[in-house]
């Protein structure tokens, strides 16, 4: 993340990816500059369960350290946030109304193995552009730029601790973000689009996860702008992208609904920002636990996750589906209730076991609301 006061070097306001060679965090640092930063290290403490070596390879916190550069590469790109975008790709399938199974259980007449085979392929190359390249880009220029904070908090990652090479970090950056683009454009043709729309989405994303990391503007600064951002691209971006892919993006519907999502995706963006609340404040960060303390922060993202899906509920019920709208109800409730017992009690010492018991609802929530927006008969109501 950011530090408060800024060197004013020119290279941080380049126009992208200025990856300055006298950072103290290069592999090309001063004796005394690497002195300073193992000073600050401490012990991994998360690690000492025996998960290290698994927690590494995931991206997340309290890995173990490793030299093997495959290893250090895929952290960097976290792949456990590659879930939710994946995630996000299945739900705009779903969504178009235009995906296809090899067998369907449920209807004799989507059956056609070989248009199902096609989809599926086509699906899954739609996941690969949205996880492992898009959202590699984005972690991996999100972890080169949260260095400083990292220092902090997770000294062990790669780059604070100098297991790979700027030189490295910026060609993956690069190879990443070229890649996806050219994957996203292969999609708009096998799709045969007359505009790119995978392509633009992807080039939008891309220029968001910039600003969000990256100085002058980086969003990250600013609790609801940041959060926000983060909620759109976990969950707008890839639902447009899945939806683009197998169908049209040409109602107000397919965009009011992701766009709602994205708040709640706010909320559970705060929940992250609770577990670094010393290092944004040490550094001067206005995420909105330090912004508006524990205790406001917590309502605020209640209130986000609830309030929205609870709206669109009320509008699956006011187009005419009852039913789905009964069953995004009944995924709400057990998430009210792990609010209740885990976020407003302890916002901070419950972070990992609130999303784990509450986000299974939410995403499942996503999903039938996609499911109901693709069998809905919009010729009867819009």
């Avoid at 090309?28 to 300073?36: D, E, K, M, V």
């Avoid at 939710?84 to 399938?93: S, Y």
Wanted: aromatic fraction near 12%; charged fraction near 15%.
């Amino acid at each position: 993340m950011n530090m408060q006061k800024q060197p004013k070097d020119a290279h941080l306001h380049q126009p992208f990816c200025p990856f300055p060679a006298d950072t103290t965090f290069s592999t090309t640092t001063s004796r005394a500059s690497n002195t300073q930063l193992s000073a600050r290290k401490g012990p991994n403490e998360q690690a000492s369960d025996g998960s290290g070596d698994v927690r590494q390879l995931l991206g997340v916190k309290g890995a173990s350290e490793t030299q093997e550069k495959w290893k250090i590469r895929l952290q960097l790109t976290k792949p456990v946030t590659w879930i939710p975008l994946v995630w996000g790709v299945m739900c705009g399938a779903a969504a178009s109304g235009n995906y296809h199974w090899m067998w369907n259980p449920f209807d004799v007449n989507d059956r056609d193995v070989l248009l199902g085979a096609t989809d599926a392929l086509k699906g899954f190359v739609a996941m690969i552009l949205a996880g492992p390249f898009l959202t590699g880009y984005t972690q991996t220029i999100n972890d080169w730029y949260d260095r400083e904070i990292d220092a902090i908090n997770e000294p062990y990652r790669p780059i604070p601790s100098g297991a790979i090479s700027e030189g490295e970090v910026i060609a993956q950056i690069w190879a990443l973000l070229l890649g996806g683009l050219g994957i996203a454009y292969g999609l708009d043709v096998w799709a045969e689009h007359e505009f790119p729309t995978v392509l633009a989405l992807s080039i939008f994303g891309s220029f968001i996860s910039y600003i969000y990391s990256a100085p002058p503007l980086k969003l990250k600064q600013n609790g609801w702008a940041g959060n926000y951002a983060l909620g759109c691209s976990y969950i707008s971006l890839p639902w447009w992208c899945g939806q683009a892919v197998f169908g049209e993006l040409d109602r107000p519907v397919y965009f009011i609904l992701p766009i709602l999502y994205s708040i709640a995706g706010l909320g559970i963006a705060i929940v992250n920002d609770f577990k670094s609340i010393e290092g944004d404040r040490e550094l001067g960060l206005q995420s909105l636990p330090v912004a508006f303390g524990i205790d406001g922060a917590k309502w605020i993202c209640a209130g986000s996750v609830t309030i929205t899906q609870l709206c669109v509920a009320a509008y699956l019920y006011s187009i005419g589906e009852p039913t789905y709208a009964a069953v995004l109800a009944g995924l709400i409730l057990p998430q009210m209730y792990f609010q209740a017992t885990l976020l407003l009690p302890d916002p901070v010492a419950n972070d990992v076991k609130y999303q784990a018991s509450a986000q299974p609802f939410l995403v499942f929530g996503i999903l039938a609301t996609a499911l109901c927006v693709g069998h809905h008969d919009w010729g009867v109501m819009a």
